[in-house]
């Protein structure tokens, strides 16, 4: 009965998880201080979880490493650093929450920081989640569990493709000093992008789950839905390419349009910086400089008066 009851809370617990996780990669959703206070919220929740599975840090030095449990072990270390270097980058630019840890370490290393590592936890809760989705999904048989796996694969699709066109990669690899956000989406409509692409990197981990673990015949259906996806991904890249440039994701507070090279005017007009308004304001002061929106020409005129 403990032990039904204890899976029961591990399970509600993980889905506050992913809740918390989609509204904090939408900063245009909650805006600044739910933003922070989220995080501080995701920081107490993980804590919580890791208490509850305890057994598995006690365990990490007993027993033999399959393939499996290694592959398990390497995303879940990676996952746990990525998250603690975006709370710590995340705390120490907090003008709310925690504003006695503001300046812990410097603002520009810390916002470049945040903003890879945020995205890196999100990449690794993704595939954490999908390494243990076989077992999550025990009870689906037949066509049920075709039909879950074939809308997982085009939810993927569309994941990776918003993925692309996001231009997170390169964020994550830290070639992206500023996010940008698109204000003009609507808000329920960035959750569901944030969660496609959360989709995807659940299946590139259930993926990995059945080419790792031992089984008596082997199935290509993994690599079947995993190949979809991303054949779904790149032709919509490509086919949608000049179709727009908002996706609505982000993990910081700066406007999002990363693909968008040839920015029009009306965009430049209907973004600002997020953190310039916090200098304007006199909350923090990190050494941006405020930029009024509007046309393409102002907005580069002000910037090199700026410089």
Do not use: C
Not at 44 to 60: D, E, F
Not at 61 to 82: D, E
Not at 100 to 119: C, D, Q
Request: proline letters at 1%; hydrophobic letters at 50%; aromatic letters at 12%.
């Amino acid at each position: 009965m403990q032990t039904k009851t204890a899976n029961i809370i591990k399970r509600i617990v993980d889905a506050v998880l992913t809740v918390i996780l989609l509204f904090l990669m939408a900063f245009q959703v909650t805006g600044d201080v739910l933003h922070e206070w989220l995080g501080i919220g995701m920081t107490v929740t993980l804590i919580l979880h890791h208490i509850l599975n305890r057994k598995w840090y006690k365990a990490v030095f007993k027993g033999k490493y399959s393939p499996y449990r290694i592959t398990m072990t390497a995303v879940n270390s990676l996952m746990l650093v990525s998250i603690a270097l975006t709370a710590l980058s995340g705390m120490s630019m907090s003008g709310h929450a925690v504003p006695f840890m503001y300046g812990l370490l410097n603002v520009m290393t810390a916002r470049e920081l945040h903003l890879a590592m945020s995205h890196w936890s999100f990449i690794f809760m993704g595939i954490h989640v999908g390494l243990h989705l076989k077992a999550m999904t025990a009870k689906l048989k037949g066509i049920g569990r075709m039909i879950f796996y074939a809308v997982l694969t085009g939810a993927s699709g569309v994941g990776l493709w918003l993925f692309i066109k996001s231009d997170i990669i390169n964020y994550i690899f830290f070639r992206t000093k500023f996010a940008f956000l698109d204000y003009e989406t609507a808000k329920w409509l960035i959750i569901l992008q944030n969660l496609a692409m959360l989709f995807f990197f659940v299946l590139v981990g259930y993926t990995l789950s059945e080419l790792t673990q031992k089984s008596k015949s082997f199935s290509a259906k993994p690599l079947i839905w995993l190949g979809s996806a991303i054949a779904i991904g790149v032709v919509m890249f490509f086919a949608l390419k000049d179709s727009g440039s908002g996706t609505g994701f982000s993990s910081e507070g700066w406007n999002n349009a990363p693909s968008a090279k040839s920015n029009t005017a009306q965009s430049a007009q209907n973004h600002s910086f997020e953190q310039s308004s916090k200098v304007s304001s006199g909350a923090v002061n990190d050494g941006f400089i405020l930029v009024e929106g509007g046309s393409t020409a102002r907005l580069a005129k002000n910037l090199a008066g700026a410089s």
